[in-house]
């Protein structure tokens, strides 16, 4: 008698509750193109602060700053260089170039010489050494400026444009991942919301099987009850002790998984969402038609393959560029000499027009382009296949959340006259007419159909969920 008065005193509150959702499936407000976006309160804040501390978003992050920083680099290419070269040289021995200046000069030098003497005047004209002139000179220095210019170069060109197209495919696979972020965190929130209430509906089971296990035990000792009524309650309370351990257990996993993805401390307690939440939630979503499943042409995946296809088109066409010409500006200008100082002589400036063209290079660009087309029509058999992919996926999410739908209203009506048999057996039975395994097996009902309305409204929430996610319902977050 004590266990039907404490279990009718602590689930008098969820009939209430129950039956109001139930009355209240029909009002329904909201905008049919926003009832799949929606969500609790708390799981969308939980969601924005998984966006900003989840470690893997900002490693996904950093590949969208490098790929950037690769476009600012590409991009350089093309502007002026200038850069500072000084350069200092001391050489000791190499070629040296003899000169016979003394050979050449000598004999003419020598008949001058007596052709003055003749004339009573005195010899001027020396004797001179033959010249060794080094080609290394002992010391030599040079300082300049070097300024080149690129004038006519297409496959830098087009490696721009390669470039940013793999930026626009980074950010675009990083808008994917933030979006798939936001279904794990708030499927990650469900599974927590349904472990958690999974624990408290095996709490208020367990006192009633816990009570009904010491009625028993008593009943035996005055030989009121048979040993099999005792053993069939201790079976029954041990069994409620056991899913209530696996719950306890599955609702601390489900609290550490949560917190990671937050990068939080494993055991930072969650915020409950209020049951009157979670109706007002429900209740669009039960009354709300279907979206009608179309191609995914919102998806973010769709969106960077098609950059990265335009990469890599780019990219072939920058490597088939490489077989014309080219023309760049180089002009230098500075000092010259054997030692750093400024005089006549020592400056310099000098341009060059440099034209290149390539003749054969052991069909080396002629690979590089294969290898750039094969890598492009492999990224187009992949869109292909992933479009197909993400149909599918549509297609699914469309029918979990019709079968979820279907599957919630008959897990609440269940719950519903589960809660009105046990309250007739636990009548019955406080005025004698039912022995105790009846009413343990009505709570037992009552329990599972108390589990089964949670595991089903929590599976909606993720089936809406996932159908946001596979349509592109909602904007980014």
């Known amino acids: 008698m004590k266990a ?66 690769r476009l600012a680099a590409a991009r350089a290419a093309l502007q002026p260089r200038i850069d500072l070269v000084a350069r200092y040289t001391r050489a000791d021995g190499g070629r040296v170039i003899e000169f016979p200046t003394g050979d050449l000069l000598n004999g003419v030098y020598a008949t001058l010489n007596e052709s003055l003497r003749a004339q009573g005047r005195p010899a001027s004209f020396p004797q001179l050494s033959n010249t060794s002139i080094p080609l ?23 490696g721009v444009r390669a470039r940013r ?12 991942f933030r979006r798939e972020l936001r279904l794990t965190v708030l499927t990650a929130y469900y599974a927590w919301l349904q472990a958690d209430a999974a624990v408290g509906i095996l709490d208020s089971a367990l006192g009633v ?23 069939r309650a201790e079976s029954d309370d041990l069994a409620v002790r056991q899913q209530r351990a696996e719950a306890v257990r599955d609702r601390n996993s489900a609290e550490a998984f949560f917190n990671v993805l937050l990068h939080r401390p494993l055991d930072t307690p969650i915020v409950r969402t209020t049951e009157d939440e979670l ?28 950059a990265a296809i335009a990469a890599a088109a780019a990219a072939e ?34 341009g060059s027009l440099v034209a290149q063209l390539n003749l054969w290079d052991g069909h080396e660009r002629r690979s590089e382009t294969q290898q750039a087309r094969l890598a ?11 479009h197909q992919q993400l ?12 079968a979820a739908s279907l599957g919630l209203q008959a897990a609440e009506r269940r719950r519903l006259a589960a809660i009105r048999a046990f309250e007739l057996v636990a009548q019955r039975e406080r005025e004698g007419l039912v022995n105790q395994l009846t009413f343990l097996d009505a709570r037992a009902e009552l329990t599972r159909a108390e589990l089964n309305r949670i595991i089903t409204g929590q599976r909606l929430f993720t089936a809406a969920a996932a159908l946001d996610r596979a349509t592109a319902l909602s904007p980014l977050p």
Request: cysteine-free.
């Open 4 to 69: 039907v008065h404490v279990f009718l005193v602590s689930t008098l509150p969820l009939v209430i509750a129950t039956r109001a959702w139930a009355s209240d499936q029909s009002a329904v407000g909201n905008d049919p193109a926003s009832v799949w976006t929606s969500a609790p309160a708390a799981a969308l804040g939980y969601v924005q602060a998984a966006l900003a501390g989840n470690l893997s978003l900002q490693a996904r992050s950093l590949d969208v700053e490098a790929a950037r920083a």
């Open 136 to 158: 290394l000179r002992p010391e030599e220095q040079e300082t300049k400026l070097r300024l080149t210019q690129p004038l006519y170069r297409p496959e830098i060109s087009r």
């Open 165 to 176: 197209e793999a930026a626009v495919s980074e950010q675009a696979s990083l808008d994917a």
């Open 209 to 231: 099987t816990s009570e009904a296990l010491r009625v028993t035990r008593a009943l035996r000792e005055n030989d009121q009850a048979t040993e099999d009524r005792v053993l």
């Open 279 to 306: 109706r007002a939630v429900a209740r669009p979503l039960l009354d709300a038609p279907l979206p009608v499943p179309g191609p995914p042409s919102r998806r973010e995946e769709l969106r960077a393959l098609d």
């Open 317 to 350: 066409s920058a490597t088939s560029a490489r077989s014309g010409p080219t023309l760049d500006l180089a002009v230098e200008g500075g000092l010259q000499g054997e030692t750093y100082r400024v005089r006549s002589g020592s400056s310099f400036v000098q």
């Open 376 to 386: 492009r029509r492999r990224l187009e058999l992949q869109r292909e296949d992933t």
């Open 391 to 402: 149909a599918l996926q549509i297609r699914q999410a469309t029918d979990d959340v019709a």
